[in-house]
């Protein structure tokens, strides 16, 4: 690898409003120290293969940026200026392919698009000028990323080694309704009190995505051993010593993975399309003979006995009204969901995760705790009920 990308610097490691906190916790126990903590991520350092193994291990997060330069800015002109200063030509390949996203926040300029061409115009510039050719570019986020953050004054510029959304891991081929992001269902998982030494049950699965993360977890399997293609696999520094670090790293986290399941984790939907999916789902991620599959209403969802000194877990995730379901239909099923619960469900933790608060009353039963989060732009809780037998029933 070039010194650049041997030298530790700064990695900004991106995610959804209300997730930093388990990001934090999986960057931590990584071994990588938190240096600060934002709204939407997490900084810490590390090298070029630090960044690859980020990228191989984060369930929560959606990308891992490399720092290549922090400026201080004026204009436009300062923008180009600076970004030609940084030596892409030991970056960026002359015959490959460059795609630049940003956020930008700054009186200097009223047009991300323009800071975008302009910051892409100071690469491609820089490496024809020393190269005699330049990359293609466009807004395929597939091949090398490069993502620009202009706020105020102040600019940093970064290598994207994700590319596309760490959130899009690969697996899920046969999407079914309005699905649960992959990261958004780890960081769900991650609040709950579920032991992963007990059954976790996910009634209305949809199209799997749930259960299939927490069987991952279980497993403590790498969510980037299920994806083929990163951001970091299309610059120089993925040249043959680091093609066989990344063998490495993920030989690693093959033999870290348990190889049993001495609980179940039960996925039902009453859509035998839905089950489908999301059986044909857990086969691309590698955990489909340690799930159980049931085509049902969720009230007939099998829950094991829970036994003394576990923490099993069931999930629901049900419709909000705000898209798919009228909501004067769905408070029946709010209500049932609660009837569920107190008699099928004792010993268990009982969760639900929905954007609707007003149908979550329906469910009759005392939320013990209350989970802010975001499914896209909704505003959501996930609602936690530890369940007794003869839970009575209460308001919200």
Avoid at 178 to 188: D, G, H, I, Q, W
Avoid at 198 to 227: D, K
Wanted: aromatic share 10%.
């Amino acid at each position: 690898m070039q010194n650049r990308f041997l030298t530790k610097t700064r990695i900004l490691i991106t995610c959804p409003k209300r997730m930093t906190t388990y990001l934090r916790m999986e960057a931590e126990a990584l071994g990588y120290a938190v240096l600060q903590e934002a709204p939407a991520g997490i900084l810490t350092e590390g090298t070029f293969t630090d960044a690859m193994r980020l990228n191989l291990h984060i369930r929560t997060g959606h990308r891992v940026l490399f720092q290549l330069g922090r400026f201080f800015l004026r204009s436009p002109d300062d923008l180009f200026k600076s970004v030609s200063t940084i030596d892409w030509e030991n970056i960026i390949p002359a015959d490959g392919y460059l795609s630049v996203i940003s956020s930008v926040e700054t009186e200097s300029i009223t047009n991300t698009q323009f800071a975008n061409v302009k910051c892409k115009d100071a690469i491609v510039d820089r490496i024809r000028k020393k190269r005699g050719t330049r990359p293609d570019s466009g807004p395929d986020t597939s091949r090398a990323v490069v993502f620009l953050y202009w706020k105020d004054s102040e600019c940093f510029i970064y290598l994207d080694t994700s590319g596309e959304s760490l959130s899009q891991r690969g697996y899920r081929t046969m999407p079914w309704k309005a699905p649960m992001r992959e990261s958004l269902a780890s960081a769900v998982i991650m609040a709950t009190k579920w032991d992963k030494i007990s059954p976790f049950v996910n009634p209305m699965c949809g199209s799997g995505t749930l259960a299939i993360e927490a069987a991952q977890i279980a497993l403590n399997q790498a969510p980037g051993l299920t994806r083929e293609n990163f951001g970091f696999m299309h610059v120089l520094g993925y040249n043959h010593d680091a093609r066989k670090v990344w063998k490495v790293l993920q030989n690693k986290a093959r033999e870290a993975m348990l190889t049993e399941l001495p609980f179940a984790i039960i996925a039902s939907d009453m859509s035998e399309e839905a089950v489908t999916a999301a059986r044909h789902n857990a086969e691309k991620a590698g955990v489909e003979r340690f799930l159980r599959f049931e085509v049902c209403d969720f009230a007939q969802t099998t829950v094991p006995e829970a036994l003394a000194n576990t923490q099993p877990a069931v999930m629901l995730n049900p419709e909000y009204g705000l898209r798919l379901g009228d909501e004067t239909a769905l408070e029946a099923t709010y209500k049932a969901i609660g009837d569920f619960f107190k008699q099928c469900c004792a010993g268990y933790m009982g969760y639900v995760f929905t954007g609707n608060l007003d149908l979550a009353k329906k469910i009759g039963l005392k939320a013990k705790r209350r989970v802010e989060f975001y499914n896209a732009d909704v505003e959501c809780r996930l609602l936690e009920y530890e369940l007794y037998a003869g839970t009575r029933r209460t308001d919200v």
